[in-house]
């Protein structure tokens, strides 16, 4: 706005049927946006109601103690952001803002929100945080569109059973740095939660629902006060990293060696010992260890790097469990055999299969579900999938170098999850863009330097990974699959055009963002 200025200049809201001839500045049109941020703004007027064509309102980072209540005169307002003010109450009145999709009230003085909230049946994207909250309004279980809800830095003491199970269209969820003594037990309800950070709380154990947080891919607990973890956190199998630094954790479950985590930090916390079993977690890239007393293990193995330390626990498992002999043809062939005609499932993960198992596929033509993960595969033939053509679901991860030049995907037509991580590809395969019922596609771990503009066809796409590869930019054209695609991961890429702040916002800012760089015709 050029000079910083302490109230908003009058014509702003004067509707532009009254604009006078000179106002030529001002083109007449309703105004629609209104960004004011970044000024030294202390008052918004009530003439504020002059202007109900807004959709959006940006005054954050300015110097105002209170909102008009005309702000419930804005029936069309969508986007509403009030955030590094000195606000101290929200009016009552926004409730009659039932437009509002995205509030932001994050970085002010507020303890409480208004009730009336809950009246805006459309927020989804909610940020409150860095205030002095102490307790969320139950009306805001009416908010059932809510996606994201970041409260963290507040003094709440509770995340209230019935808030928690009203909200199953969360899929981020950060209630960090406050007072929490516990986590609701119906956390279990929010099957597509992504993201799930409740680290610097008190929070003494984890409820077992949680196994019902089936899409959880990033769990933060750190500095806490856990003593024990439930065995069905071995059931989260989406989960990437799990972050449970500075507790009183005595033990780390068996069940939870199950899970398929890239990072796992138990840093600072009064574990002995560690399970045998925590060698089989063959895909941990960071496992951290350090401020434990742990006697069992040499300070060199575990300050030293996460595979030598995998290895030597794995060398303390009974005989057997890990040389699991070779697979031969002929035995591939008995099991084929035991499997009928009319299986939908072949699960082959973690053998040692090295040669493409066409014998068992000739007589599965129905298979709808593929996994063939960590084995020392060869080379997938370049007509390897033409006898299952009615396949959903193929997972090849980690079998290094082992597809074809040009990987026959397109004879899949109706795969809808494909998982190719670790399997250093430097390009994706261009007949991935045919898969048109694709909605799940892991393309993590690579060499990856670029995405083809062609993903934007993939109009059935929910989740992409794309983390740990060398992608410096993105194509604008990824932006065209908003909304669908609800989980973009990006961390570990050399991305120097995208900001890391519109990063860490999210999949929605990214794709907004790429969006709005798509050049016009």
């Known amino acids: ?32 946006k ?40 804005l029936h069309m307002l969508k986007s509403l952001d009030v955030s590094f003010n000195s606000i101290m109450k929200i009016p009552d009145e926004i409730g009659s803002a039932t437009a509002l999709v995205k509030f932001d009230c994050s970085s002010n003085q507020l303890k409480e929100l208004p009730s009336s909230l809950g009246r805006c049946l459309n927020l989804s994207d909610f940020k409150a945080s860095n205030n002095c909250i102490t307790s969320l309004p139950e009306d805001l279980a009416d908010c059932s569109k809510m996606s994201k809800l970041d409260v963290e830095g507040n003094k709440l003491t509770v995340l209230s059973n019935n808030l928690i199970a009203s909200w199953t269209m969360l899929t981020e969820l950060i209630a960090s740095k406050n007072l929490l003594n516990g986590m609701p037990e119906t956390i279990g309800s929010l099957s597509r939660l992504i993201r ?10 984890i409820p077992s629902s949680i196994s019902g947080c089936c899409s959880l891919a990033e769990f ?42 890239s990072v796992l930090d138990l840093s600072n916390n009064s574990l002995s010992g560690l399970p045998p079993e925590i060698g089989k977690m063959t895909t941990l890239r960071k496992l951290l260890l350090t401020g434990n007393p742990l006697r069992t293990l040499r300070s060199s193995l575990v300050n ?84 299952i053509p009615m396949l959903q679901i193929l997972d090849l991860s980690y079998n290094i170098a082992s597809l074809p030049e040009n990987p026959p995907f397109s004879s899949l037509p109706h795969l809808q999850e494909l998982y190719l991580r670790r399997m250093q590809l430097r390009e994706a395969p261009t007949d991935i863009l045919r ?12 060499s990856l330097q670029s995405i083809p503009e062609g993903f934007k066809n993939l109009t059935s796409l929910t989740e992409l990974d794309l983390s740990d590869n060398n992608i410096s930019a993105l194509p604008p054209e990824l932006g065209l699959l908003e909304p669908s695609l609800q989980a973009l991961r990006l961390d570990g890429n050399p991305l120097r055009s995208i900001r890391r702040t519109i990063l860490d916002r999210g999949t929605k800012a990214v794709l907004k963002y790429l969006k709005d760089k798509i050049p016009e015709n």
């Open 1 to 32: 706005m050029g000079d910083a200025t302490a109230d908003v200049p009058n014509e702003v809201y004067k509707n532009f049927d009254e604009a006078g001839e000179g106002d030529k500045w001002w083109e007449a049109v309703d105004l629609q």
């Open 34 to 73: 209104l960004i004011l941020a970044h000024n030294n703004i202390e008052k918004l007027k009530e003439d504020l109601r002059n202007l109900p064509l807004l959709t959006v309102l940006n005054v954050s980072h300015n110097k105002l103690s209170e909102l008009p209540a005309a702000i419930g005169e």
């Open 304 to 387: 030293g790097p996460t595979p030598a330390l995998l290895k030597y626990l794995r060398s303390r498992l009974p005989e057997n469990e890990d040389s699991e002999a070779s697979t031969t043809k002929e035995d591939l062939i008995t099991m084929a055999t035991r499997l009928s005609v009319t299986s939908k499932t072949l699960i082959l993960s973690r053998n040692k299969i090295k040669d493409w198992p066409d014998a068992i596929l000739t007589s599965l033509s129905s298979l709808s579900c593929l996994k063939l993960d960590n084995n020392p595969l060869r080379q997938v033939p370049s007509d390897g999938f033409k006898d």
């Open 220 to 261: 933060y607990m750190g500095n806490n006060a856990l003593s024990a973890l439930p065995a069905e956190l071995g059931k989260l199998s989406k989960l990437g990293t799990l972050d449970l630094h500075s507790n009183q954790l005595k033990e780390y479950c068996v069940e939870a060696c199950q899970l398929r985590l």
């Open 196 to 205: 799930l950070d409740l680290h610097q709380n008190r929070i003494l154990s």
């Open 435 to 446: 898969l048109q019922q694709l909605r799940i596609l892991d393309l993590s771990q690579n």
